[in-house]
């Protein structure tokens, strides 16, 4: 386990675990959390680019709501870009093993996509008595390091099995990685061979949004973080491909239910270089 970094000024009190070395498995990043202070956490979700794989390990349950007033426990999944998402624990009890994984990956290993969407989903409900039983396992090791390699195992035996993801749909990801979200998808369409009707398809089937929405998730990913690093909303627009301050902002309210403002200090961006040194570009 590699040793976290000193976090910023005004940052919960989270210890942060992270792997000696990076995965294996490409599109898979993983980090522990845990809080000794005291009291309750909350913590408003600003979405990655990922599909997010969250277990909780500690001696009460982590509760996720969902923005439409449903409450998920212990074992949680949630979908690209779920709106209003909010994660409760109590402060000396929190732990929990957090993966990430790219959306051509999770289409694999959770198997599904399309029908995940931008929801949050009980790891229950697409792994079965399977999600208890890795839970347990992930509770009584002794290290997160072991911690880790578990979670890597469980993964990658799925990655082997599961649905293949279309090579060009993955192509597709991979460039607006790339371009931070900045590609028409008139032109990776033209690209990989295929109509636009067809890309659309099936690119929505496998990572469970549109080419165009996953676009925009992208470029909203990079600009918050730039928000994060204390960058203006008018150098973070004009440089993320925005038409304008507004156009910034109507995205971000949309992808994160909150101003701009709170984006620049959001608990989570603000870890993110040290928990998510690794994000799942693939």
Known sequence: MRPAEPLPA?????????????????GVTMAGFSDRANGLIEVDAIPPPAVVVVISLGDQPIVVNDGTGRQRRERIVTGLAPHGVRGQGLAGSFECLQVRLSPVVAHTVLGTASELGRAVVALDDLWGHDAAR????????????????????????????????????????????????????????TEVGWSRQRLWS??????????????????????????????????????????????????????????????AIAPFLAVDDVAWADRPTR
Do not use: N
Request: hydrophobic residues 45%; glycine residues 6%.
């Open 134 to 189: 890795i839970q347990e396992q992930l509770r009584a090791a002794t290290s997160w390091d072991e911690r880790f390699a578990i979670a890597e195992v469980v993964l990658g035996r799925r990655l082997d099995s599961g649905r293949v993801v279309d090579p060009e749909v993955v192509y597709c990801w991979r460039q607006m990685v790339a371009s931070r979200g900045r590609v028409r998808v008139e032109w990776l369409a």
């Open 202 to 263: 099936r690119f929505r089937s496998q990572i469970g949004l549109t080419p165009k929405r996953a676009a925009q998730l992208v470029r909203f990913d990079h600009a918050a973080h730039r928000l994060a690093a204390g960058h203006s909303t008018a150098v973070v627009a004009a440089d993320s491909g925005y038409a304008d301050q507004s156009h910034l902002h109507r995205d971000i309210v949309a992808f994160a239910g909150v101003t701009p403002a709170a984006v």
């Open 10 to 26: 005004g940052v919960p009190t989270w210890d942060i675990a992270v792997p000696s070395r990076p995965s294996r498995l490409a």
